[in-house]
């Protein structure tokens, strides 16, 4: 069984700062996607990386998966009020675990 | 539109009753499953399935029932609701799981109060 570890659990920050987010996993990813949901929504995707080392942006959100594949970073750049949501990193089993996610709250 | 209906979005149930929450998507895909998400829980999975007929059960199954007699429809019963399924309920679909870069499609939600 694949175990998931986002980090970290809770980030509050003022707006206009830069932060990162982690995902780490006991295996090798397949493929790793990144959701965030927004209060009172489900959630929405928004990337997939494949390859080892992929890096992709997303206006201000980068997405980098690590060489190994078994771990991925999301960095957001002047963190606005908008990005604030549940960021989730699930596996890719056939049981779709999302676990914790990291809980993100920017302060206007 | 096209896409993945949950219904009701808001119910108030009895301890002790059956309540059904309804999934319905569009796209005809293969996997469907049922997520709660408690606060400090994250999305914890119910259950979900694999095609029609085919179920199997997720992290936190006791005491919830589905069924899948149609590849587009995905119900999920509380047999006897207690107050501990008080809770947002969320169902999802997705096409073939293994392959990468299949998104995963959530409906509104569900928000299900037992007292």
């Known amino acids: 069984t694949q175990l998931l570890e986002q980090s970290p659990q809770f980030l509050s920050i003022q707006e206009g700062e830069n932060l990162t987010v982690y995902c780490n996993s006991s295996?090798?990813?397949?493929?790793l996607q990144w959701y965030r949901q927004e209060p009172g929504e489900g959630p929405v995707l928004l990337v997939t990386?494949?390859?080892?080392?992929e890096v992709k942006k997303l206006k201000r959100l980068t997405f980098q998966f690590g060489d190994a594949r078994k771990d991925s970073s999301l960095h957001i750049t002047a963190a606005q009020p908008g990005d604030t949501g549940l960021y989730l990193c699930?596996?890719?089993?056939?049981?779709?675990?999302f676990g914790k996610g990291t809980r993100l709250h920017i302060l206007p | 539109d096209a896409g993945i209906t949950q219904s009701p979005r808001y119910k108030i149930t009895e301890t002790g009753r059956q309540v059904t929450l309804m999934c319905h998507q569009t796209w005809s895909h293969s996997y469907m499953f049922w997520y709660r998400q408690d606060l400090g829980h994250g999305l914890r999975l119910i259950y979900y399935s694999a095609a029609a007929d085919i179920t199997d059960k997720g992290e936190v199954s006791d005491g919830y029932v589905v069924s899948r007699s149609k590849t587009e429809n995905f119900p999920l019963t509380l047999e006897s609701a207690t107050r501990s399924q008080t809770s947002v309920y969320f169902c999802?679909?997705?096409?073939?799981?293994?392959?990468?870069?299949?998104?995963?499609?959530f409906g509104e939600g569900s928000w299900l109060t037992v007292v």
């Open positions: 999802a679909s997705s096409e073939l799981v293994e392959s990468s870069g299949n998104t995963i499609y």
């Open positions: 295996s090798v990813f397949s493929s």
């Open positions: 699930p596996n890719r089993d056939d049981k779709i675990i």
């Open positions: 990386v494949v390859t080892g080392g």
